[in-house]
C-alpha cells in the first residue's frame, strides 16, 4: 500500500516539473551545411545576450537547431533576434521575432478533504 501511495504523491507532483514551458526554436541546419555550435539571442530589454548550444536534430542526420525554454522570463511582450555562431564566426541577426509571455496559471488544487473548523 505504502508504494501504491508514493506513486500516487509522485504522479501528482511529477508532471509539473516535466511539462516545460514553451520553447524558442529554428529550422535544423541541413547536415550538409556548416553547423553552429551555439546561437546568441538579442532580447529587447536586456543588455546581455543569451547564449545557447546548438541541439542536435532528430534524426540526427537533419543537423542542429535552436531550442530555448522562454519559460523562465517574466510576463509581457517580448522581441528576439538571434544569431548563429561556431569556431569560423556568427550569421547576421534574425529577422525580429515577438511574442508574448503569459503568467502562469495555478497549479491544480490537491489534497482536498472535508475539515471542521
Request: aromatic share 8%.
Amino acid at each position: 500500500m505504502k508504494a501504491k501511495s508514493l506513486t500516487l504523491l509522485v504522479a501528482l507532483t511529477f508532471p509539473a516539473s516535466v511539462w516545460a514551458a514553451p520553447f524558442l526554436v529554428c529550422d535544423p541546419y541541413p547536415s550538409t551545411a556548416p553547423q553552429p555550435t551555439e546561437f546568441v539571442i538579442t532580447l529587447t530589454g536586456q543588455t546581455t545576450p543569451i547564449i545557447v548550444p546548438a541541439i542536435p536534430a532528430v534524426p540526427a542526420s537533419a543537423g542542429v537547431y535552436l531550442h530555448w525554454d522562454v519559460g523562465t522570463l517574466p510576463p509581457g511582450s517580448k522581441t528576439v533576434t538571434v544569431q548563429a555562431r561556431n569556431a569560423n564566426g556568427s550569421s547576421a541577426a534574425s529577422a525580429p521575432f515577438t511574442f508574448t509571455v503569459v503568467a502562469p496559471a495555478p497549479a491544480v488544487p490537491t489534497g482536498l478533504k472535508l475539515q471542521a473548523d
